[in-house]
């Protein structure tokens, strides 16, 4: 999803709110996999006369396997972020939002940066995962004879 925030900075007097699917290509994460489509919220509205302040908010389910002992692990994430702009940091190099030159914000982009930074690219089933067992491959019990299955 595209948004003209440089026309938003300039004309739009209310606020602004779009909900809207976020589009994963398959193979996006290299990790993980989004389980099932994401909704993403948005909003846009002045903070004083010369700056904006932006919200995007959704839920995203992953699938992974243990980094331990290869077990299918599904988990969600909670997506919150804000951020702070203004008219003067579109139009220069310090603006650390996906801007294209004529102010066009890049939503979907933004979204899928978040995921990445966000949600963690080393997965356990649980803090006390034990992993495989080195001689047999088969997950580890914690059990007597150090742990091992065989």
């Known amino acids: 999803m595209q948004f003209d925030l440089f026309q938003f900075i300039t004309r739009a007097a209310q606020p602004a709110e779009r909900t809207f699917t976020l589009e994963i290509g398959e193979g996006w994460f290299s990790d993980y996999s989004i389980a099932e489509p994401v909704q993403v919220h948005f909003t846009v509205q002045h903070e004083g006369t010369s700056r904006v302040k932006l919200a995007m908010w959704f839920d995203?389910?992953?699938?992974?396997?243990?980094?331990?002992?290869?077990?299918?692990?599904?988990?969600?994430?909670?997506?919150?972020?804000e951020y702070m702009t203004s008219l003067e940091e579109l139009q220069s190099d310090l603006c650390d939002l996906p801007v294209s030159g004529r102010g066009m914000l890049d939503v979907n982009q933004l979204a899928l940066s978040e995921i990445s930074l966000q949600v963690p690219q080393v997965v356990l089933c649980s803090e006390d995962c034990q992993g495989l067992c080195p001689v047999c491959g088969r997950p580890r019990t914690g059990g007597g004879g150090g742990g091992f299955p065989c």
């Open 60 to 81: 995203v389910q992953t699938n992974a396997e243990c980094a331990r002992c290869l077990e299918p692990v599904t988990n969600t994430y909670q997506i919150r972020q």
